[in-house]
């Protein structure tokens, strides 16, 4: 544990341990075999609450509370589960603290690259062992996947579909038999109850390797949404850049709020297809416009103002960070931004200079 | 248990109409009462005919009035529903004991709030905006939703051993009804003192009328929260003091065809549930309610290329299941069984998810009604409609001429294309649409066939008087078409037959399609009605803002869409786009000419401050110079398609918006030698097309073309040949010969200063030098004539605009 405190970011288990142990104290539900909760418990971890006996739970994800039970309830039947999401939507977090509550370990985790190899889902070898003795089950190294099939726990899986589509297909045997062959030594390591698996992806990212659909049909998928209003968004981009200008060293712009504001309406309205007031439709371009990159567009611009303006963030150092998020497709995404631009932006109350600048880098 | 039996229901429960059932078994009464409107108990027997088949709703409406009319929609699940078969498959009278209508109908216009038609509709009236008794309880139980608690609590209360007490459910809703209203007395319902006091008097005379069956005779269905008012002590004399002097009409009671989607909260009747397709399915499945539920849900996905495995259907039963028992429910509801279809059959999407919603959960279901009900208020307004206008229904043909500037025709009119909107075809437009909108005479083929009273009968779904079933049936298309061209046909008919309550319906399904369709052709082709519509929806006195504010959104979209629209076409598709640059030129122009004519009709935003200080000036002036900037822009445009290139210069050329010269100029680059000669000829072809007068004009340009033909080599002289032929065999001989005369005559520019050939001392073979004024004098008392002016515009020998001389014959 001493460890622990000092690490830069310490894991779920360890952050909320005394939340876990009061839910656990206070949680007299019944729990499927080797969880440390019982379901009800794990979605009041994940979405907060006020146990019987005073306690706080503070809430991890906030966001709608179907799809924190939906997670839950699939964990809870043996098939796995898949969080999809366009980035910033918390799917590792949500991911991370599932598996903290369910199985009281995040740690076994598969990063998925594009050089993920099928050892890192498997098994590997400790070569000098196997050279030496031969293939022995000490020889073996186990991936968190076989740990995890062994010892009954939750495993992770992130950016799945990054992982190539021939390695991912090495999942479908540990998820529909629940064992994984060892040919070399003639054994198998089966999966004990409690075994289940988190995977994560993102669901608009294009050139990834898309999921087969043998493997797609043994996951649950869940998508988690993007913020629900304007405002929530609003304040995860405000709070967002905050912490990146900090850690950039841009100097702090106080009047950024109704930049920021226009940004994230523009996104919203795009990315939703219809304006804020619900009286026009818009078309949407192929981009995702995610609130990630509306953080990004917003840090541009802040840096834009800090270095070659006048150190108020304004419209003209927004504007072509926006249209370079937009226009994706110099054809038909160029033509639904000037659209936006006439129908929409040109006739709101006070997005004058807004206009202009966008006129401005289109042209 | 003795008295009465007081069944006190949920409308459109299934739970309840289990139970009722079972109750009504056990206790086997002499007879019924249900909550309804007694003028009813004449049709009821129909309930129990063949042909019969639920959803239905009894509808009762005032006779000269049918606008006024309350809808009791009944499913097969409802209660009622069940009760009222129950009794009639066993001889058993039943009567309907709610206040009568021909109070209520009148009532509910003075006032008590109740919004409009059929908003009453629903018996219990606890759809209301006030106190929502199941609200009450279900938050008392800790639920924040309603419908979610009393599936748990009655709904999903499985139907129980054959020893359980059918009278329990009953009892105990009567109970915490009855401790509701000790708390909230009538909870805002006032009216309900009055309807439970006709209740209690009904309820009085029949339990006299079937004394001598004991004190079993009677059971009641209504409302549960009516339960504890009609077990109340209280005097005959104190009712009938309740109900002395209320207003009273003369109303009609009918059966009508419902459907699940009017069931459901979102179409507004009030009939208060969301589901009517799940509560359907637990009501009709045998068992397994869960499992057959999803194995529909499976159906439906695989007839829509959805692949879902049995495997599949499996998972996301367990799924549901899980769910519920995290929630802590007794059983999977709804809410339960959505959520694991989405996780587990739909990958996580929404989209399939809102078929289901569509097709199952609110489902497509619609009734039936024997022919032998009675006549539904539409035919009668239809009737009473024939009558005033003096149009009588007859098999055979004849003409109409209707004068749309008498008020008489005008209504006739309207009539006339309301019917056509309803798919009653009585009338056909003897000429085409578009050339009737633009004048103020219409005609008409009037021809009644028997079938057409069907399909009254048919249409009287939608509403009960005519225009409020247009109105309904004009904004349900306008939501389920699916392409641009249809709304915008939408549109005027809904002009023509002069529905102003649906028009903004159908303008937003038309504003959002258009801002959807990618397809500029699409926008090109939406416009020139909804113009001609904005144009000439005068003559009919409609009111065009709207229309005017989205053909000038359209207008813009067609600006922005256009040029990337243009480029990289082959032939077919730059022929088809020259169509509609020619659509939407004219379209353009016209709606530029209307708003400048009365700038009233512009938007009102359009004139405030923000927008007017740059371009908005005028409205007009500001979208047809964005129009040419897009023509001049496509025009010079290397990328786009001769024929395209050709037919903007023209366009450009024809409204006096190129520069001395400029044309000539444009020629020359596009018949350069650099460029293909078949591009060149289609260039020709754009120019050109459609009224050689020009060439005839500017010898200039006859020039050019003449050296560009004698300098296009041979090999490919053949390829171009076919262009050229199709553009000159276009023009009219005449044309054609001077063109060739001109030719023949040898290059005429050269060494020509005045760019107007018109002006030159020797002229154009066969005519004279300059314009002999003496003769030309002579043709203008004929011209005059024909124009139907008394003062001649100079210049308009040259092929005529008929649109807009016959425009401004009107204006006049």
């Known amino acids: 544990m001493t460890e622990t405190t000092h690490a830069l970011r310490p894991h779920a288990e360890d952050a909320f341990a005394s939340e876990l142990k009061a839910l656990a104290a206070a949680d007299d539900r019944p729990r499927p075999e080797r969880w440390r909760l019982s379901p ?142 060892i040919p070399e030594l003639g054994e198998e390591t089966q999966a004990v109850r409690g075994f289940n698996l988190i995977a994560t992806a993102n669901n608009r990212d294009r050139g990834v390797n898309e999921l087969s659909s043998a493997l797609r049909r043994r996951f649950n ?83 834009l103002a800090a270095h070659f303006g006048d150190g108020v963030l304004r419209s003209s150092d927004v504007a072509a960070g926006i249209l370079g998020a937009v226009v994706r497709d110099p054809a038909a995404d160029q033509t639904v931004w000037q659209e936006y631009l006439e129908a929409v932006v040109r006739e709101r109350e006070g997005w004058k200079d807004f206009y202009r600048a966008c006129r401005e880098v289109s042209a | 248990m003795t008295g ?67 809808f009791w929609p009944l499913a097969e699940f409802s209660p009622e529903w069940v009760a009222i078969r129950w009794a009639l498959e066993r001889g058993v009278p039943v009567r309907f004991f709610d206040l009568p209508a021909a109070h209520s109908l009148v009532l509910g216009e003075e006032g008590e709030g109740e919004g409009g038609e059929a908003a009453e509709g629903e018996p219990g009236g606890d759809a209301e905006l006030r106190l929502d008794p199941l609200a009450v309880l279900a938050e008392t139980a800790g639920y924040d939703d309603p419908e979610r608690w009393w599936e748990d609590v009655v709904e999903h209360r499985g139907a129980g051993g054959p020893d359980t ?91 009508v065809p419902w459907t699940h989607r009017r069931l459901s909260r979102r179409s507004g009747y009030g009939a208060g549930i969301a589901s009517p397709g799940w509560y359907g399915h637990l009501f009709a499945a045998p068992d397994r309610p869960l499992t057959r539920w999803m194995t529909r849900v499976a159906g439906l996905l695989r007839d829509e290329d959805h692949t879902v495995s049995p495997a599949h259907v499996i998972e996301a039963v367990r799924m549901a299941e899980t769910l519920a028992a995290v929630r802590g429910r007794p059983l999977a509801g709804l809410a339960e069984t959505v959520d694991a279809i989405r996780a587990v059959l739909c990958e996580g999407s929404d989209v399939p998810l809102a078929l289901i919603q569509d097709r199952l959960v609110v489902g497509d279901e619609m009734g039936e009604v024997p022919g032998s009900a009675p ?62 909108t633009g004048t103020f005479r219409e005609s008409w083929l009037l021809r009644w066939e028997p079938e057409l009273s069907v399909r009254t009968a048919e249409a009287g779904v939608w509403g009960t008087t005519v225009l409020s079933a247009a109105t309904a049936k004009a904004e349900t298309e306008a939501a389920g078409a699916t392409t641009l061209a249809e709304v915008t046909a939408l549109a005027e008919r809904c002009l023509l037959a002069e529905l102003p309550d649906a028009l903004p319906r159908v303008m937003r399904a038309l504003a959002d399609r258009a801002a959807l369709d990618a397809d500029v052709g699409h926008l090109a082709q939406a416009l020139p009605p909804l113009v001609r519509s904005v144009r000439y929806g005068d003559v009919r006195g409609t009111d065009t803002v709207a229309l005017a504010e989205v053909a000038a959104g359209l207008a813009e979209r067609v600006c922005v869409g256009l040029p990337p629209a243009c480029a990289g076409l082959d032939a077919d598709g730059a022929a088809q786009m020259r169509g509609h640059l020619d659509t939407a030129h004219q379209a353009i122009g016209l709606l530029a000419q209307t708003r400048a004519e009365n700038p009233e009709s512009a938007s009102p935003e359009s004139a405030s401050p923000e927008r007017g200080e740059s371009a908005e000036g005028g409205g007009a002036d500001a979208l047809l110079s964005r129009w040419r900037g897009v023509l001049r822009r496509l025009a010079a445009r290397d990328r786009t398609a001769g024929v395209v290139r050709g037919r903007c210069t023209r366009l450009l050329l024809d409204d006096g918006q190129l520069a001395e010269g400029e ?55 053949t390829d171009v ?92």
């Open chain 1, 40 to 181: 009800w418990a794990v979605a009041t971890y994940l979405l907060g609450g006020t146990l019987p006996d005073g306690t706080v739970v503070s809430p991890k994800y906030v966001g709608p509370r179907r799809i924190v039970e939906v997670a839950v309830s699939t964990l809870a039947t043996d098939r796995a589960l898949l969080l999809l999401g366009v980035p910033g939507t918390a799917k590792t977090w949500v991911s991370e603290h599932l598996a903290a509550a369910v199985s009281g370990d995040s740690t076994l985790l598969v990063q998925g690259t594009a050089g993920t190899a099928e050892e890192s889902i498997r098994y590997g070898w400790d070569y000098a062992r196997l050279l030496a003795h031969g293939p022995s089950r000490e020889a073996l190294v186990p991936s968190p996947v076989m740990r995890a099939m062994a010892e009954g726990l939750t495993a992770r899986v992130e950016e799945l579909t990054r992982i190539p589509a021939d390695v991912q297909d090495t999942l479908i045997t540990v998820l529909s038999e629940k064992t994984l062959p």
């Open chain 1, 221 to 303: 998928t869940v998508v988690l949404p993007l913020p629900a209003t304007a405002e929530a968004e609003v304040d995860i981009v405000s709070r967002r850049v905050d912490q990146l200008g900090r850690s950039l060293d841009l100097p702090s712009v106080p009047e950024g709020l109704h930049e920021i504001r226009r940004v994230v309406t523009v996104f919203r309205e795009l990315r939703e297809g219809v304006t804020a007031d619900g009286r026009t439709k818009v078309k949407s371009p192929s981009g995702t416009l995610s609130t990630a990159e509306a953080i990004s567009v917003v840090t541009g611009g802040l840096a």
């Open chain 2, 4 to 70: 009465p039996l007081l069944l006190g229901v949920r409308h459109h429960g299934p739970g309840s109409a289990r139970a009722v059932r079972a109750a009504l078994d056990a206790y086997a009464p002499k007879v019924l009462l249900v909550e309804g409107p007694p003028e009813a108990d004449g049709v009821v027997a129909l309930a129990g005919d063949e042909e019969m088949r639920p959803p239905v709703a009894l509808l009762a409406h005032v006779v000269d009035e049918p606008g006024k009319a309350a």
């Open chain 2, 165 to 255: 007490d059918p009278y329990a459910p009953f009892a105990a809703l009567g109970e915490a009804m009855a401790a509701l209203r000790e708390v909230h007395g009538h909870g805002g319902h006032r009216r309900d003192l009055v309807r439970e006091a006709h209740m209690r008097l009904r309820l009085r005379e029949a339990r006299k009328e079937f004394a001598e069956h004991g004190e079993q005779a009677v059971a009641v269905v209504c409302g549960a929260w009516h339960v504890p008012a009609l077990s109340e002590s209280s005097t005959a004399a104190a009712d009938r003091a309740l109900l002395k002097g209320l207003p009273k009409a003369k109303v009609e009671v009918t059966w």
């Open chain 2, 375 to 436: 006549a539904v208020p539409l035919q009668r307004d239809l009737a009473r409609q024939q009558k005033s206008l003096r149009l009588k229904a007859e098999a055979r043909e004849r003409e109409l001429e209707l004068d749309l500037r008498k008020e008489m025709d005008s209504s006739r009119s309207r009539l006339l294309h309301r019917l056509r909107l309803l798919a009653v075809e009585w009338g056909d437009p003897a000429r085409s649409r578009t050339a009737g």
């Open chain 2, 663 to 717: 044309a000539a100029r444009l020629m020359g680059l596009a018949l350069s030698p650099g460029t293909a000669p078949a591009e060149a000829a289609a260039w020709i072809e754009g120019f050109l097309a459609g009224g050689g007068m020009l060439l005839v004009h500017d010898q200039r340009l006859l020039s050019l073309v003449d050296g560009w033909l004698s300098q296009v080599p041979a090999e490919s002289f």
């Open chain 2, 721 to 812: 040949l076919p262009l050229l032929r199709r553009t000159f065999a276009a023009y009219e001989p005449g044309v054609r010969r001077t063109v060739g005369e001109l030719v023949r005559r040898g290059p005429a520019g050269e060494g020509r200063a005045g760019p107007v050939p018109a002006a030159a001392p020797d002229g154009m073979p066969g005519f004279g030098p300059g314009l002999d004024s003496g003769r030309a004098d002579a043709v203008l008392p004929t011209l005059r004539l024909l124009l139907g002016r008394r003062r001649v515009m100079a210049g308009s020998a040259a092929g005529g605009d008929e649109q807009s001389a016959n425009a401004k014959g009107r204006a006049g």
